[in-house]
């Protein structure tokens, strides 16, 4: 594996950071509740909210492969400029909004609103992809900031796989028009199959 830059890693422990903030805040949207109507048990409460739990479980896979394979990313990157910077910023950008179209989408699912909370839900995802792709690119390209000693097999991979990254979240943009649900099953699905190693898939997509 190739040694980490004291540029490079002072990125990724920041980096670590925002996604550890971003991942947390998604708990917010789980509620205790504080009033149970008249008859109402304890357990049809908690049931009550089965779109939150939808929403925090998805965003959080999500998420989580989304830091899996930045972190992936930065093996193969020797150094860092203000171009880099740049882009992994606008990344962060991206990710820290998350827990937003999360919220939309614990409070609309099952209800009027709740393809917009979808559509909203599935642009997030599909401009942190296009941060992705440019993060990637402008590291990448000419191999102009990797480490000479990278994996170039890895280094291939990633660029096979994240030009589909925009795709596949623009599939579930389109599939919120047609069925919300089926929308945020697809969602799920991308995220537990991109949280695969990659020896078990050709590379991950997002």
């Not at 910077?85 to 609103?113: M, Q, R």
């Not at 917009?116 to 993060?135: K, S």
């Not at 389109?174 to 190693?197: D, E, K, R, T």
């Amino acid at each position: 594996m190739a040694a980490v830059s004291n540029d490079t890693a002072r990125i990724e422990a920041f980096s670590d950071g925002v996604f550890a903030i971003a991942i947390t805040l998604l708990v917010l949207d789980l509620k205790v509740p504080r009033e149970l109507h008249e008859g109402q048990t304890l357990t049809a409460a908690l049931a009550h909210q089965w779109p939150a739990y939808v929403a925090f479980v998805t965003s959080f896979l999500t998420i989580l492969v989304m830091w899996i394979n930045h972190h992936r990313m930065f093996t193969l990157i020797g150094r860092a400029d203000d171009r880099l910077l740049i882009f992994n910023g606008l990344l962060l950008l991206g990710i820290t909004v998350v827990p937003f179209p999360t919220s939309l989408v614990a409070e609309y699912l099952g209800h009027d609103g709740q393809r917009a909370a979808a559509l909203v839900y599935n642009g997030t995802f599909i401009a942190i992809a296009i941060c992705f792709n440019l993060l990637w690119r402008t590291a990448a390209v000419g191999d102009r900031l990797l480490n000479p000693a990278c994996d170039r097999t890895a280094v291939r991979n990633i660029f096979e796989s994240y030009r589909w990254g925009p795709l596949l979240y623009g599939l579930g943009l389109a599939l919120a028009f047609v069925s919300v649900g089926a929308s945020l099953a697809l969602n799920l699905g991308l995220a537990i199959f991109f949280a695969l190693p990659q020896r078990q898939r050709k590379g991950s997509a997002v």
